[in-house]
């Protein structure tokens, strides 16, 4: 059974960029979550997706945007960088409709410049 | 909006000592309660969670306690040893939805050999 993988691991962009952050969920797990998490913070909810869509969405401007896959993969786009969108971003799956244990992959961090 | 506030930021014990982490929540519908450790440059995991249903729920040293009245929920490890060294996050979800989770905002505890 492989866990949650993302890729890239590192990135540095540029102010007004735009970056994809990729997440390969649990095997049988169909529901992918994504979180922020600022240096000292605790993650934050940036939204979900079940089986193709998008299920809830927490407090983000919609230049954040994101997909989920047949295979329930899942993409994080995000346009426009700002300075603060500098952060660990964090993809986690669980089974269900969100209703298992939440398994969070390694993240990727995003330095914008 | 929905809120979970953690204390203390930070905590220093000496080995063999106990270690009290405390959150409380705003969302009155919260019936799901996890915590999570995350070590330096890895990923937050599960150590415990608490459903609403139950007020207390223990493994091994770790044992988390839950009042509902008070939306006051506490995270205790007896027996502290220098590998507990981490960040801790307590969180709050509906159990409908364990992926959408309100974070706390962390607790860095460190175990004095």
């Known amino acids: 059974e492989t866990g949650v993988t993302q890729s890239p691991t590192h990135l540095i962009k540029t102010r007004g960029q735009q970056v994809t952050l990729r997440c390969s969920s649990q095997?049988?797990?169909?529901?992918v979550s994504w979180y922020q998490q600022a240096l000292g913070q605790g993650p934050q909810f940036i939204f979900q997706?079940?089986?193709?869509?998008?299920?809830g969405r927490g407090n983000f401007p919609p230049r954040f945007s994101g997909l989920q896959f047949p295979n329930y993969s899942s993409e994080l786009n995000v346009n426009a960088l700002e300075l603060d969108d500098s952060a660990l971003y964090l993809c986690?799956?669980?089974?269900?409709?969100?209703?298992?244990?939440?398994?969070f992959g390694e993240g990727s961090r995003l330095t914008v410049l | 909006g929905e809120n979970v506030e953690q204390h203390p930021s930070t905590l220093s014990v000496q080995e063999g000592d106990s270690a009290v982490i405390k959150c409380t929540y705003s969302?009155?519908?919260?019936?799901?309660f996890p915590w999570y450790k995350q070590e330096l440059g890895k990923r937050p995991q599960l150590i415990i969670d608490?459903?609403?249903?139950?007020g207390e729920k223990k493994d091994q040293r770790i044992a988390v306690t839950l009042n509902k009245t008070a939306k006051h929920f506490s995270l205790h490890i007896t027996e502290t040893q220098p590998e507990d060294s981490a960040v801790y996050f307590c969180?709050?979800?509906?159990?409908?939805?364990?992926?959408?989770?309100?974070f706390g905002q962390g607790t860095t505890l460190q175990v004095k050999p």
């Open positions: 997706y079940y089986r193709e869509e998008e299920n």
């Open positions: 986690a799956s669980s089974s269900g409709r969100g209703t298992g244990e939440l398994f």
């Open positions: 969302d009155s519908a919260s019936n799901y």
């Open positions: 608490i459903r609403s249903n139950v």
């Open positions: 095997s049988g797990h169909n529901t």
């Open positions: 969180a709050a979800s509906r159990a409908s939805n364990t992926g959408k989770l309100i």
